[in-house]
C-alpha cells in the first residue's frame, strides 16, 4: 500500500484506499434486501421465510385475488388523477416562479411548495384525518385523490423547474422577435421544449402516489383500500410469498417509472452538452 | 392579460391546494391538541391544555397528577434511534458519496440513480424485506445456520428488538443521507486536498480538516433529511419493533388508531412539527455560516 | 384548454359517481381480520347478485375509532356485544328496520333474541360467539393452561416466547378475572392492581399483535399467545397439531359479535339481504365451520363438519365461567385508556 504521504502515480491523494470496498458494501446494503425480497416471491413454500422450489404459484394466486385487483385500481385511480392535478398546479407555479420576473410573495410561494416535504408524513396523515372528520368530508377515493395531490406538487414541482432554468429564455424572445406573441412564443417553443420536465414531474409525482401508505391509511374509508394499505393489512396478518409476490409487482411498477424518468432527464442533460 | 393577472393565475392553484388541504388540516389539528378529548373518540369544543400537561405529568389511576417519565422514553428513544440513524447512515454514506463523486461522469450518473431508486420504492415494501430478512428462521437465520454461526433451529433473534427499528430506519433513509453529501463533495476541488498532502496532511488530516469542513453543507443537510422522517417514523418500529417499542410515530398514530385520544395525538404531532421547525432553522444556520466561511475563504484566496 | 378542464370535469364527476353512487347491488363489509369465509362471501353474490368489497380490522378499538373518525362507507361492522351498547350511544349506528320480520329470523335462539346490548333488536343481527384467554404450543410447554397466572406471569419457557393482544378490552378483562375484580372497575386500587399485573407480564411479552397469530404459534417465534376459542382451533387444522387453548379455572372472557349498518352505509337493503343471508342455519354454519366459533342459530349444527363437531379448543368444561365483557362509563373507560396507555409505552 502506497504511504499517505507520497504522492503515488497509480493512486492519486483524492483516491482513499478502502472507499471502493466500502461502496460495495454501501451498494450491497441497499440492493441485498430488494433482491432476497424479490427472489423470495418466487418460493413455492407456503411460508415466506423457508426456501422449498422455484415457482409461480404466487404470481398466479395474485391474479385470482379480487381484493387485490380492487386495491390495485384503487392506486391508480388515486395516482391518475392526483399526479395529472399536481403537475398541472406544478408548471403553472414553476412558469411563474422562473419567468414571472421579480415579485413579493416568491420566497413565501417557495416555502409554501416545500412544506408538504418538511412536515413528517404522520403529522399530515393526522391532520388531514382530522381535517375530513370534523368537516364531514367523506366522498371516498376523492378524499384520497385531494391528500394525495397536496404531497405530489413538490415533487412534481421540482423536475420542472429545473427543467425551466436550464432552458435559455433567449429561445422565447427570438420567437417574440419573429413577431410570435406570448401565447404562441409559450406554445410553439416554451412548451415543447418544457415537455420532458413535465413529463418527469408527472413521474415523480405518480410514483410518489402510488407507493404512498402512511397518510392513506389513516384517511382510507370503505372500498378505498390502495395497493400499500392492502399490503400492509396481509403483512399483518401472516407473511406468505404472495406478499412477496405483489411486492415485486409494486417495486417493478417505480423502478420502471423512474428509470422512464432518469432515462428523460439524462437525454435532457445530453441535449444541452450538445446544445 | 397584465404580467400580475398572469402571476396569480398561475400560482393560486397551488396557493389554494397547499394552503386549504395542508395548512387547513395543520391549523385545526393544532386547534384540536387544545381541547378536551371525548372518552369513545372525537374532541369537546373545550379548551384545554392536559394534552401538552400530559406529556410530562399524567394524573395516574388516582386521579393525582405525578411527573409520569412513560412518554419521556418514547420520546428519549425516538431521539436516540433517529440520532443512531442519522449517525450510522453518515458513516455509511460518507465514503460511499466520495468515493462516487470522484468517479467518470457517465459512471457517476449511474450510480447516483442506483440510490435513488430505493428512494422511489415503497418504503413499506423495503421494510417488509427486513422483515423476511430478520424474522424467526428468516434469511439471516438460514445464512447463520449455514455458515455454523448459529444452530440449526436457533435464531439470531434480531426482530422486535431497538436494533432492528434501528437497521430498518438507516435502510429506509440512507439515500437522503447520501445525495446531499454526494451534491457538496462533487463541488470539492481536489486540487485543495494535493496541496494538503502537500503541507504533509495524511489522509485522515485531510478527511477532517478538508473534506468534512467543505462538505459541511451536504453533511447538515443530509443528517436533517435523515433525522426529521426517522423521528417520526412509523413503519420501522410497527413492523419491526412489535408494537413494543414505540416510537413519536406510532404513538400519534396509536392515538387515532385505537386510543381514541385526539387531543393528545396532536399535541404529540405538534411537537414533531416543532422539532422539525427547529431542525430547519439550525440547518439554515448552519448554510448561511457557510456561505460567509466560503465568502471570506474566497476573499483570503483572491486578496 | 377549455377541453382539457371539460374531460377533467367529467373524469372527477365520474370518480364521485363511482365513489358514492353505489346503492345498488354492492356490500362493503368491515369485519375482523380471518373471520370471513370466501365461501360464504360467493355463496351470498350468487345467490343475491350483490357483490361485496372486504375490509378489515384486528380488534374493536380500530372499529370504533375507524367510525369515529368519520370513514363512513361501510354498511356493516361486526362489533363485539358492549361496542355495539357503546356506538349505539355514540349515535355511529343506524337503525335497521324489521330485524325480527326477516324471514330466516325465527331460526335465531330464544336467548339470543332482543339481548342486553339490543333489546328492541333494533340494530343488530347475531354474527358468532366465543371466547377470550389464551393458547399454548403443548410440546414446548410444561403447564397445562389451568390457571391464568400461566399467563400473567410467565416461566422461564414462556418469558419472550410469550404474545398478546394489541388492544385492551380482553386483556384487561383477563387481567380482572386473574385478580378476582371485577370487569368496568371504577376503583383506581384494582386498576393499579390490573396495570402491575400487565407491566410485570410485558417483561416477557415478545410482541403485542392481534394479527397473524396462528403463523406466529407455528413458526415458533412464541409458543403462548393470547388467544380466541374458534381461531385457534383454526390453527389446528392448520397444522398447529399441539395447540392447546385454555381454560383456566378464573374463567374466560365471553363475547357474542354482531352484524350492525353504521351510519352513513350507502347500501342498507344489501346490508340486510347480508343479515337475513346470515341468520339461515346452512349459511351460519358455513361461517362456523370456518371461523370454529359457535352460533346463535341451533338449527345449523345440522350443517356442521365433523371436524367442527370434533373441535376440542372451543369445548368448554362445565366449571369455567364465562364472563361476557360489557360496555364501561366514562369513567371506568378513562382508566381502561389510561391503564393501556401506560402498558404501550
Known sequence: ?275 | MSIKRLRLLGLLPTWVTIGVLMIGPLLIMAAVSLMEANVYGGVHLRFDVSSYVQILFDKNLFDETEFNPAYLIIIMRSFMLALGATGLALLIGFPAAYYIARQPDHRKNLLVFLITIPFWTNLLVRTFAWVIILGRGGFMDQVGSFLNIIGPDESINLMYTNTAILIGLVYSYLPLMVLPLYASMEKMDVRLLEAGADLYANRYELIRRIIVPLTMPGIIGGSILVFVPCLGAFIAPDLLGGGKKLMLGSLVQLQFATSRNWPFGAAIAMMLLAIVVIALMVNARAARRHAVYEQTGAEATHG | MKKFAKTMMLAIGSVAVAASAQASGKLNLYNWTDYTPTELIEKFEKETGIEVTLDTYDSNETLLAKLQSGATGYDLVVPSQHFVDIMVKEGLLMKVDGIADMPNYKYVDERFRNPSWDPEQAYSTPYQMGSASFAYRANSYDGNGSSLKEFFEPNAATCNKLAVFKSPDEVINMAHLYLGSDFCSEDPKEMQAVLDVMMKQKECVKVYSSEGINDRLKSGDVVMHAHWDGFSQVGVWEGVDDLTYAYPKEGVVGWFDSLVVPNGAQNVESAKAFMNFLMHPENMALLSNFAAYANAIPESVKYLSDDMKNAKNIQVPADVPVKFGQACNAKAQGLIDKVWTRVMQ
Not at chain 1, 460495495?24 to 422450489?53: C, D, Q, R, T
Not at chain 1, 418544457?194 to 402516489?209: E, H, Q
Request: some cysteine.
Open chain 1, 1 to 275: 500500500m502506497a504511504s499517505p504521504h507520497r504522492k503515488s502515480k497509480f493512486r492519486p491523494i483524492w483516491d482513499f484506499p478502502g472507499f471502493g470496498g466500502l461502496s460495495v458494501g454501501f451498494f450491497a446494503f441497499l440492493y441485498v434486501p430488494i433482491l432476497v425480497l424479490v427472489a423470495y416471491s418466487f418460493n413455492g413454500s407456503k411460508f415466506a421465510m423457508v426456501w422449498s422450489e422455484f415457482s409461480w404459484r404466487w404470481y398466479l394466486k395474485l391474479l385470482e385475488n379480487d381484493d387485490i385487483h380492487s386495491a390495485a385500481i384503487n392506486s391508480l385511480i388515486v395516482a391518475f388523477f392526483a399526479a395529472p392535478a399536481a403537475t398541472i398546479m406544478a408548471t403553472l407555479a414553476a412558469l411563474v416562479m422562473v419567468r414571472g420576473g421579480p415579485f413579493r410573495s416568491r420566497a413565501f410561494t417557495a416555502g409554501l411548495i416545500t412544506l408538504p416535504l418538511m412536515v413528517p408524513e404522520i403529522v399530515t396523515a393526522v391532520a388531514t384525518l382530522i381535517f375530513f372528520a370534523l368537516l364531514n368530508i367523506n366522498l371516498g377515493l376523492i378524499n384520497i385523490i385531494l391528500a394525495h395531490t397536496v404531497f405530489c406538487i413538490p415533487f412534481a414541482y421540482m423536475p420542472i423547474r429545473a427543467a425551466l432554468e436550464a432552458m435559455d429564455p433567449g429561445l422565447e424572445v427570438a420567437a417574440q422577435d419573429l413577431y410570435a406573441d406570448r401565447w404562441d412564443a409559450f406554445r410553439y417553443v416554451t412548451l415543447p421544449l418544457l415537455t420532458p420536465g413535465i413529463m418527469s414531474g408527472f413521474m415523480l409525482a405518480f410514483v410518489i402516489s402510488i407507493d404512498d401508505f402512511i397518510i392513506t391509511l389513516m384517511v382510507a374509508g370503505a372500498g378505498s383500500t390502495t395497493l400499500p394499505v392492502y399490503i400492509y393489512s396481509m403483512i399483518r396478518t401472516g407473511v406468505t410469498p404472495e406478499v412477496n409476490a405483489v411486492s415485486t409487482l409494486l417495486l417493478a411498477v417505480s423502478v420502471i417509472l423512474v428509470s422512464v424518468y432518469w432515462l428523460l432527464s439524462s437525454a435532457n442533460r445530453k441535449g444541452e452538452a450538445i446544445g
